[in-house]
């Protein structure tokens, strides 16, 4: 990248424009059940040392050095838990930290989520959103009142009574801060988070039937951060403006 005032400001354009974009995705998930906040790091380019005439790399440690910008080094996903919220609904469900359903994506592969409001399709098979639970949870013609139980089973009532039809597919993420984002509540673990494993409830473990898990969207941390975006994307306009000024200016007095 080019080291100048137009190079330097164009990065911190596109780097505010990023913050402010994840702002805007945040807000619009408030109400997403299960949704974790994303955050965008921005991290300075070091120098390229052939430029300052440099003979080994400088490692950046103060304001005054040289720099090639700003770019978006990553986006992380706090671990932070929204509330429980009771929802009187018999196939929602809240789950305890770092504890999350298996889902099949249309094509095969496999996500999660911690997106605990289920429902059944017109087969009777148990979906969270738009995906189906994996282990093909299916309820059978003349089953009703599904519901889901304390140890995360799926009950229902038959011609017989109650039965169980098969439990919830859970897993524990070790590091869920490691997984990777795909949208729509759905995530994939990585070598960062560790493979998920198998995770079987003892009724006291947190499960939280006919409840479920709230955003954890933070309204007043996500319009601070807001602020301070539109602030330094307006900083670095004005910046681009300055730069334009004097170059016409030095052009004027060039031709006189």
Do not use: C
């Not at 670095?236 to 006189?256: A, C, F, H, P």
């Amino acid at each position: 990248m080019e080291i100048s005032t137009l190079g330097l400001s164009a990065s911190a354009l596109q780097a505010q424009q990023t913050r402010i974009d994840y702002v805007g995705h945040d807000l619009a998930n408030l109400q997403t059940p299960g949704f974790r906040a994303l955050r965008p790091e921005l991290v300075d380019m070091p120098a390229d040392p052939s430029t300052f005439g440099l003979t080994s790399p400088t490692r950046l440690t103060n304001a005054d050095a040289p720099t090639r910008g700003v770019v978006v080094g990553g986006v992380t996903q706090p671990d932070v838990p929204g509330s429980t919220v009771g929802t009187g609904a018999p196939l929602d469900v809240a789950l305890p930290d770092g504890v999350y359903l298996t889902v099949q994506l249309p094509g095969g592969q496999t996500a999660y989520t911690r997106d605990g409001q289920l429902s059944v399709d017109a087969q009777g098979k148990l979906q969270a959103g738009d995906n189906y639970l994996a282990g093909n949870l299916r309820l059978q013609p003349g089953d009703r009142n599904p519901r889901i139980d304390q140890q995360g089973q799926v009950v229902v009532t038959g011609a017989g009574g109650d039965r169980v039809i098969g439990s919830l597919p859970l897993v524990r993420v070790a590091n869920p801060e490691g997984m990777d984002p795909l949208g729509l509540t759905l995530l994939q673990t990585t070598p960062a988070s560790g493979a998920a494993q198998p995770f079987v409830s003892n009724g006291a473990d947190g499960i939280a039937p006919q409840a479920l898990e709230a955003s954890n969207v933070d309204m007043a941390r996500e319009f601070t951060d807001l602020i301070r975006a539109q602030r330094a994307y307006q900083a670095s306009t004005q910046l681009i403006r300055t730069w334009d000024e004097l170059v016409g200016q030095t052009v004027t007095e060039i031709g006189q």
